[in-house]
């Protein structure tokens, strides 16, 4: 950093000012006392490292002193539990941190808050700017702990879920104008090359040869600045870490080649690479591009409504409606039929149906009564209940289940592709050859040892084994978006194609999570459906649902809801009443009820009048073609499991046991994560899910996917999305990502022949600079080809 430069923040000092320290037995200077402060305080803690391995200036710190603690606000009692999750031993909270530039400032905000006493654990994910701070709060603070934070000069406040989706945003828009300049740039670059190759060959006149050269400077120059920067940025962190990266290659073959074409423009001498550069660096930034917004797609994280969200709350003197962050545990609070349960608690008042579905994968409701725990996020069907809050916020247990999700992620594997794992090894190799070659040419008298050497670089620039893997990828996502799965994460293709055992949900997965009449028997059955549609009218009951196409003029009148029974009501001045053997059993005999033996769910429709008037079968529904992907996965000699939190008869009702290698039935997202933990070749395991229930094992599986109508939390720790009903995409994608895997594999015997015949051709000199640069874009092109063949 030069003297007339902020050693802490890069910004530039102003004229007389003369802020100084010694660090590292070296004078540097600061553009004020706040950043001399932040690296004093920095070096005195022995983390000077942090300087060693940014890729990025520090921002410039702001008075501390005016501004209000963040941290401090949520020690408010009704604040703090919706923040922060507590236990006998630690409390837990994640936090937004504003200032990061680079891994470097993760590194040193991790070190630095690891040294005071109190502060158990902090995970930083530099990608979402995300903490997940563990601390005793009887021995440190919140309030100091930010205050530790700030004194380095960063900012933190509590993490709220939409601060996620404006990132993501920022990030898209970064990426959208350099994807932009860079197609632009390589457009205008190739028009000059198709003319400079021409001319080449055809003898052009030197002028125009030069004007064109001058013209694809002009627009290679910001492509190479701007849009290849994030490349060079890797690359420099490469460097100090010593560990070569497929980002190391890249940047070393876009700089190389830039270089050389300037020196080229400037010395009217040798050949320019402006064209090779530019298209070089637009295909990668498509492939990214592409990933990124797949893998944002659906990361659609709901809003916190906290702060929106009314409940009736209920006192000794009234009922009142007051924010949900004004509940307390302790608290009695009014549910509707038909409304979330916003805590956990315990009724006190009322008896009804909830719907668990979300928690459990049960579609059927769950009686509920007085003194029996309700959970959060689940919805109450039938009548107006009244509950004590036992626990709010990160107390309750879905909170703990995003917990139990977060914890799967930080222990899920990660794949690295096939090409960083060579990467490393092949530019070393280059750079040894490359000196090697210039020292014999040199020593041997040829005044063309440079362009030699440039032939070299460019010749085996990594363009074709750098595109090999991502283009086939880009085209394998494309082509499962196609078909209508929505890919999320980098590894999913090449997991899929290593996958040996899946395992599957029911509720919402193989089946489609709601009631089907499979079974009717009575005298008139367009009849008998519009009475129960007459019934079920005004209910939220999930069978309610069932009966909504039969609708029409009927109305019914009295309606009384029977929590666990049934529902009667008047049409006509008739009574029915609709419902279990045990409600209708007044209206008609046992000999009436005496059916079929049958695993569903038995309903009958009965009036005072005619006695028992329909029978109806319900039962949920399996998705089209389970049977016949199920059979196709056998053949692929895949191992099957089943994993439902249904009762064993609903799940045997409708899935034999016999067609899976597992079949476990009853268990909780707790039991799923430990029993998916607990198998052997974990690594080739595919999770199929849809429900809250599944969150853990999504997140926790190396390779996840949920269904379309999944809950927002499944869609967010999945790998990738079934965007359509049809189960047998599974089997479509398996197939897409072997297919995609021998192509890659194809890629990279090309790249590597190519290499190999090419690279000896260049070190005799036989390869002229401005052939090594149309060998490189041919090599590319090809591999770009024969990966479009995903696409077909």
């Known amino acids: 950093m030069s003297k007339s430069n902020c050693f802490h923040c890069g910004e530039v000092i102003p004229k007389k000012l003369n802020i100084n320290s010694n660090f590292n037995d070296s004078v540097v200077f600061f553009c004020c006392y706040g950043c001399q402060a932040i690296t004093d305080f920095i070096n005195d803690a022995d983390l000077s490292n942090y300087y060693k391995h940014r890729t990025e200036n520090a921002t410039n710190p702001i008075d501390l002193n005016t501004k209000v603690s963040s941290l401090a606000l949520i020690e408010d009692p009704d604040l703090y539990p919706l923040y922060v999750f507590t236990c006998e031993e630690y409390h837990q909270v994640q936090l937004s941190i504003k200032g990061m530039t680079c891994a470097a400032c993760s590194w040193l905000i991790e070190k630095h808050l690891g040294q005071f006493n109190g502060v158990n654990t902090i995970h930083i994910n530099l990608s979402t700017s995300l903490a997940t701070l563990s601390w005793q709060p009887d021995i440190i603070k919140l309030e100091n702990i930010e205050q530790h934070i700030n004194h380095i000069g960063y900012q933190v406040s509590p993490f709220r879920t939409d601060e996620v989706d404006i990132i993501q945003a920022q990030a898209r828009k970064h990426s959208i104008i350099r994807l932009g300049i860079a197609g632009v740039g390589m457009m205008q670059v190739m028009m000059s090359a198709i003319a400079l190759y021409a001319g080449e060959m055809q003898d052009m006149d030197e002028g125009l040869k030069n004007l064109l050269r001058w013209t694809s400077f002009i627009f290679a120059t910001p492509v190479v600045l701007y849009s290849a920067a994030p490349f060079f940025k890797s690359a420099i962190r490469d460097l100090k870490i010593r560990y070569f990266t497929m980002d190391l290659s890249v940047s070393l073959g876009i700089g190389l080649a830039y270089l050389s074409s300037v020196y080229a423009l400037l010395t009217k001498s040798g050949h320019v690479y402006f064209d090779s550069v530019t298209m070089f660096t637009f295909f990668l930034l498509v492939g990214r591009f592409l990933e990124e917004i797949a893998r944002h797609k659906t990361n659609t994280n709901h809003k916190n409504q906290q702060e929106f969200t009314t409940i009736t709350l209920i006192n000794e003197i009234e009922r009142k409606q007051v924010p949900l962050t004004k509940i307390k545990v302790g608290d009695i609070i009014s549910i509707a039929p038909g409304e979330v349960i916003p805590t956990d608690g315990i009724i006190t008042e009322g008896t009804s149906s909830v719907d668990e579905s979300t928690l459990t994968g049960e579609y059927l409701p769950v009686l509920k009564k007085e003194s029996e725990l309700v959970t959060a996020y689940t919805t109450n069907v039938d009548q107006t209940i009244q509950v004590e809050v036992t626990a709010i916020g990160k107390q309750t247990r879905v909170a703990a289940i995003e917990r139990l999700t977060e914890r799967a992620l930080r222990e899920k594997p990660k794949i690295a592709l096939l090409t960083n794992k060579v990467a490393h090894y092949f530019v070393i190799s280059v750079l040894l050859i490359s000196v090697i070659t210039f020292f014999a040419w040199h020593l041997a008298g040829s005044d063309q040892a440079y362009w030699i050497v440039v032939s070299v670089l460019v010749v085996t620039c990594p363009c074709a084994l750098s595109l090999a893997t991502p283009v086939a990828l880009t085209a394998a996502t494309n082509k499962l978006k196609d078909i209508g799965l929505l890919v999320t994460r980098g590894h999913v293709i090449e997991s899929l194609a290593k996958s040996k055992h899946i395992v599957f949900d029911k509720t919402g997965t193989l089946t489609y999570g709601q009631f089907d009449i499979t079974h009717i028997n009575s005298k008139n059955d367009e009849d008998c459906l519009a009475i129960c549609a007459a019934l079920e009218t005004n209910s939220v009951h999930p069978i309610a649902k069932v009966f909504k196409p039969f609708i029409s003029d009927l109305k019914a009148d009295n309606i009384l ?187 990279l015997f090309w790249a590597a022949s190519y290499n190999a015949i090419m690279l000896p051709a260049a070190v005799l000199g036989l390869i002229a600079p401005w052939a090594a640069a149309i060998g490189m874009a041919s090599s590319s092109l090809i591999v770009v080809l024969n990966a479009n063949r995903l696409s077909r």
């Open 561 to 747: 809801n029977y929590t666990g029974l049934g529902v009667e009501g008047k049409i006509n001045g008739q009574v029915f009443r609709f419902g279990n053997a045990e409600f209708v059993s007044t209206l008609t005999t046992p000999e009436q009820l005496n059916t079929t033996s049958y695993k569903g769910l038995t309903l009958y429709l009965a009036s005072k009048q005619q006695g028992l008037l329909a029978s109806l079968q319900l039962q949920d529904k399996l998705r089209d073609k389970v049977h016949e992907t199920i059979t196709k996965l056998k053949d692929r000699k895949l191992k099957l499991s089943l994993l439902s939190g249904d009762s064993k008869a609903s799940a045997t009702a409708i899935l034999s046991p016999t067609i899976f290698d597992h079949y476990l039935t009853g268990v909780s997202p707790e039991e799923k994560w430990q029993w998916l933990n607990a198998q052997p070749n974990k690594e080739n395991i595919l999770m199929v899910g849809d429900g809250l229930n599944d969150v853990p094992t999504l997140a926790g599986a190396n390779t996840s996917i949920a269904m379309a109508n999944s809950s927002d939390l499944a869609k967010i720790h999945a790998d990738a999305v079934l965007l359509s009903s049809n189960i047998q995409t599974i089997n479509e994608a398996i197939s897409i990502a072997i297919q995609c895997r021998r192509i890659i594999k194809q890629n």
